[in-house]
Nanobody
Framework: VQLQASGGGLVQAGGSLRLSCAAS????????MAWFRQAPGKERTFVAS????????KYADSVKGRFTTSRDNAKNTLYLQMNNLRPEDTAVYYC???????????????WGQGTQVTVSS
């Protein structure tokens, strides 16, 4: 599967963005999916993950209650709805595919190319 993330941009603190990750091929529904982010000068960290069927999700503590991940297997697309954004959410956001659960950096089998999210104060 190949992944293409989009939807990033510049937003003020308190605003919202929705990221999308379009997958090519017919195997999208076979993968657990996740979002990671990497701020300048920092390591890439886990943001959210969702199981193949979409019936179970997991979030980093820093985004719980503000971010929601979902997927549409018929459209081969993963989403990340980000509300109440904060300046510390500024990062490049990456979508990822893997087969293990829980999802971690070690489990990633495919990466998307990343999309920049910048939150101004």
């Amino acid at each position: 599967v190949q992944l293409q993330a989009s939807g990033g941009g510049l937003v003020q603190a308190g605003g919202s963005l929705r990221l999308s990750c379009a997958a090519s091929g017919r195997t999208f529904s076979l993968y657990n999916m996740a979002w990671f982010r990497q701020a300048p000068g920092k390591e890439r960290t886990f943001v959210a993950s969702i199981k193949r069927s979409g019936d179970y999700t997991k979030y980093a503590d820093s985004v719980k209650g503000r971010f929601t991940t979902s997927r549409d297997n018929a459209k081969n697309t993963l989403y990340l709805q980000m509300n109440n954004l904060r300046p510390e959410d500024t990062a490049v956001y990456y979508c990822a595919a893997g087969n293990s659960w829980p999802f971690s950096l070690r489990n990633v089998e495919r990466w998307g190319q990343g999309t920049q999210v910048t939150v101004s104060s």
